[in-house]
């Protein structure tokens, strides 16, 4: 009889023993999925703020008699601002208008 409470009470612990491992290892792989996320995130918004300096470049440039270009200035961080693309928009505009007077 106290053999069968033993390997009763064994299998019992081992199988609490693995469904701990299991919550441990669903915990670790939540984990890793909140992290591949947000470096998916932070990548799209880097990629993001490049296209906007980029775009921000094609804007801002002096023209030159035989096509030459020279960058003005630095750059500011475009970040998520949305009044940041509207002024560039309208001093876009702004000098489309210049250039056409």
């Not at 591949?36 to 921000?56: D, I, V």
């Not at 500011?76 to 001093?91: C, E, N, R």
């Amino acid at each position: 009889m106290r053999r069968k409470d033993r390997e009763f009470k064994e299998q019992i612990r081992l199988h609490q023993l693995e469904m701990k491992n299991k919550e441990k290892q669903a915990r670790e792989d939540e984990r890793r999925a909140r992290e591949e996320e947000k470096r998916k995130k932070e990548e799209a918004e880097k990629e993001k703020k490049e296209k906007a300096k980029a775009a921000f470049v094609s804007f801002f440039v002096k023209g030159g008699g035989e096509g030459k270009t020279e960058e003005i200035g630095e750059l500011p961080d475009a970040g998520a601002d949305p009044s940041y693309f509207k002024a560039l928009k309208s001093f876009n505009i702004h000098l489309c208008v210049r250039k056409m007077t």
